[in-house]
């Protein structure tokens, strides 16, 4: 994929992560697609581990390790970012 579809790729899978996920993160659009981006690579990563695939191409699996992957970077920057 080239850099122009990462960018709209990590939007979407960014904001589809911010809707599952409960919570108030008061994150902007930028924040969402550096989150989906990591999210996706982390999705990658997570699905190449467990013999499910990559997040190479543009299809339903591929959108749901980066969603996944995506969810595990909300959760883990919520937790960094949380005040006590």
């Known amino acids: 994929m080239g850099i122009l579809t ?3 790729f990590g939007l979407i899978v960014g904001a589809i992560a911010k809707f599952i996920m409960p919570g108030n993160q ?3 659009w930028l924040v969402t697609i550096i989150l989906g981006i ?3 690579f982390v999705g990658g990563w997570i ?3 467990l013999g499910w695939g990559t997040v190479e191409e543009f299809d339903f699996k ?3 390790l ?3 992957g995506a969810l595990v ?3 883990i ?3 960094a970012t949380r005040r006590a």
């Open 73 to 75: 970077v909300l959760w």
């Open 38 to 40: 990591v999210g996706a």
């Open 6 to 8: 990462w960018i709209i």
């Open 47 to 49: 699905g190449s581990m």
């Open 77 to 79: 920057y919520g937790m």
């Open 26 to 28: 008061g994150m902007g």
């Open 62 to 64: 591929g959108i749901i």
């Open 66 to 68: 980066a969603v996944v």
